[in-house]
């Protein structure tokens, strides 16, 4: 297993778009649960996303149902997450993790991969 990377935070306007990617080497995606998660100062890491290892089933927080997408490349061993319609309480520091199992999950003790995490803030 390698090491997970994640990039494309930033400032972005409320309502605006960003897309986060997760980059992991050896084959991490490939063959394990991937999820996003988020923490702002003060609060619990709390979940955003998750998909299965084919990519063929998807959960996500009530929070973010309908604005964000999570999507996986497992040729290219990347992990996406496509933030849209973006709100001031997205704001957080979004991390990527890679599952033990192969279904979606919530719980963070359930993933044992995790990258640095990427600074998403949504200007009001």
Do not use: H
Request: hydrophobic share 30%.
């Amino acid at each position: 297993q390698g090491q997970l990377v994640e990039s494309g935070g930033g400032l972005v306007q409320d309502g605006g778009s960003l897309r986060l990617s997760c980059a992991a080497e050896g084959r991490t995606f490939s063959t394990n649960t991937g999820g996003w998660f988020r923490q702002a100062p003060g609060r619990e890491r709390e979940f955003v996303a998750s998909i299965s290892w084919l990519g063929t089933s998807t959960l996500y927080a009530d929070s973010v149902k309908g604005r964000f997408t999570i999507s996986r490349d497992n040729a290219k061993s990347k992990l996406y997450l496509q933030m849209n319609s973006v709100k001031p309480e997205d704001t957080a520091v979004y991390s990527c993790a890679a599952g033990r199992g192969v279904d979606v999950e919530t719980m963070p003790t359930r993933y044992d991969y995790w990258g640095q995490g990427t600074q998403v803030t949504v200007s009001s």
